[in-house]
């Protein structure tokens, strides 16, 4: 029974904790604060949930608890007078028991025109005063709810210099007693970039999970996407916001047929496009649109964005125009260079000019060291090598490929085509 409870503790954790991290921060002012503040209402969950069963609104208990904590810390820091007022509401909601929508209600009355706490996380974790990368692992971890082991894995780097470097920015944020909000006018144009990376990264973390049992976390992909298009809004003139929202919305389309009726992932070229979402892919086409038509230079989201159009546009994976694909990936290659652009440029060139071809890129890139951990490397290698008739090799790279893996669903797949 605990083992249960337990679980459904987890899933819940795991879809709202973001918000709740979010919401407290806004009341403290201290996104380290808040983190701690947030995880008490988890124990509490912990500590109740299985004497007392799962409440009707898991979320909102988890929300409410973490809102009580929060106004104990802001009491017991006795803070200033105005600081106690804003938050005036909220302590009489409490005492009075209302109810959790009302409480938000409340919460919303007092917010700014963007009115949505996630997206002052996500600004705030990306403040200037952080470097990119400890702005991306903070708010991986804050939105997501990723582990610094997925956040390793999505980055190719070592678990510790994550943890080290989510511990320092949240040091760093409180130290600088950095403002909670959304900016404005230049400083939203500064730090617009490393928000459309960071939920970029969480997009790609729904889309194909690094670890775990399941395939795909929807609900990361939808908080993504929503984060995008909220983007859209606030950025209208900014080509790479409606060209990380086109990519994102493209892929989305394809989500539903990239598992079987048993979770299990099924590829590209076998999909069932029928089952592709026909309105993700016209709204994914219309942002395209909208950061080709505001000029300039194509930027690595609307050349990815282009990417996912064409196999969008193609009725069956033979219809694929594998030629314009890796043109694009060429053009990515000049505007955003990195291993993992080349593993792509080297899967299109052997589509569209054969195995062989794309082999020869595969190959330079067997000593790249970001990649030695990198399962996509052999996987794909394994790929052309069967193409080519050579299945012993390819066997053995699907074998590592599996090795690497992360993902339980990632790995039963590869070993089915090293036919284990």
Same mark, same amino acid.
């Given at each position: 029974m605990h083992s249960a409870t337990h679980q459904a503790i987890a899933a819940v954790w795991r879809i709202d904790a973001a918000r709740i991290v979010a919401v407290v921060a806004r009341m403290v002012r201290d996104i380290g604060a808040a983190e701690e503040l947030a995880q008490d209402a988890l124990v509490a969950a912990l500590e109740h949930w299985p004497r007392d069963g799962i409440p009707d609104n898991p979320a909102a208990w988890l929300m409410t608890t973490a809102k009580r904590r929060a106004l104990d810390h802001l009491r017991r820091a006795r803070m200033l007078d105005d600081k106690h007022q804003e938050i005036g509401h909220d302590l009489e909601a409490q005492e009075a028991l209302v109810v959790p929508d009302f409480v938000d209600a409340l919460d919303a009355a007092r917010q700014d025109d963007i009115g949505d706490d996630l997206l002052r996380l996500i600004f705030t974790a990306c403040h200037p005063v952080l470097s990119t990368e400890a702005r991306v692992a903070l708010t991986l971890?804050?939105?997501?709810?990723?582990?610094? *082991?997925?956040?390793?894995? =999505?980055?190719?780097?070592?678990?510790?210099?994550?943890?080290?470097?989510?511990?320092?920015?949240?040091?760093?944020?409180?130290?600088?007693?950095?403002?909670?909000?959304?900016?404005?006018?230049?400083?939203?144009?500064?730090?617009?970039?490393?928000?459309?990376?960071?939920?970029?990264?969480?997009?790609?973390?729904?889309?194909?999970?690094?670890?775990?049992?399941?395939?795909?976390?929807?609900?990361?992909?939808?908080?993504?996407?929503?984060?995008?298009?909220?983007?859209?809004?606030?950025?209208?003139?900014?080509?790479?916001? *409606?060209?990380? &929202?086109?990519?994102?919305?493209?892929?989305?389309?394809?989500?539903?047929?990239?598992?079987?009726?048993?979770?299990?992932?099924? &590829?590209?070229?076998?999909?069932?496009?029928?089952?592709?979402?026909?309105?993700?892919?016209?709204?994914?086409?219309?942002?395209?649109?909208?950061?080709?038509?505001?000029?300039?230079?194509?930027?690595?989201?609307?050349?990815?964005? =282009?990417?996912?159009?064409? *196999?969008?546009?193609?009725?069956?994976?033979?219809?694929?125009?594998?030629?314009?694909i890796a043109a694009l990936y060429g053009e990515l290659a000049q505007v955003a260079p990195s291993p993992v652009v080349e593993l792509n440029r080297g899967v299109a060139v052997g589509m569209a000019e054969g195995p062989a071809a794309g082999l020869a890129i595969i190959d330079r890139l067997a000593e790249e060291k970001s990649l030695r951990q990198y399962q996509w490397l052999p996987s794909v290698r394994g790929d052309l090598l069967e193409k080519l008739g050579r299945r012993e090799e390819a066997r053995a790279e699907f074998l590592r490929a599996a090795e690497l893996a992360g993902n339980a669903r990632e790995r039963e797949l590869l070993l089915r085509r090293a036919g284990v």
């Open positions: 971890k804050l939105l997501g709810g990723l582990t610094t *082991h997925e956040i390793a894995r =999505a980055y190719l780097v070592p678990e510790p210099t994550i943890a080290q470097r989510i511990v320092r920015a949240k040091r760093t944020l409180g130290e600088a007693r950095i403002p909670y909000e959304v900016p404005r006018g230049e400083e939203l144009a500064q730090r617009l970039a490393s928000v459309l990376e960071v939920v970029y990264l969480v997009f790609n973390e729904g889309y194909t999970a690094t670890a775990g049992s399941d395939w795909m976390r929807p609900e990361l992909a939808q908080e993504a996407l929503r984060l995008g298009r909220m983007l859209a809004e606030i950025a209208p003139q900014e080509p790479e916001v *409606h060209g990380l &929202l086109a990519l994102m919305e493209l892929q989305a389309s394809r989500m539903q047929a990239r598992t079987d009726a048993q979770g299990r992932p099924i &590829l590209l070229a076998d999909q069932d496009r029928s089952r592709w979402d026909p309105l993700l892919i016209r709204r994914g086409s219309a942002a395209l649109s909208r950061a080709e038509a505001l000029g300039g230079a194509r930027g690595m989201y609307a050349l990815q964005a =282009a990417i996912a159009a064409c *196999h969008a546009r193609a009725a069956t994976s033979a219809q694929t125009d594998w030629t314009r």
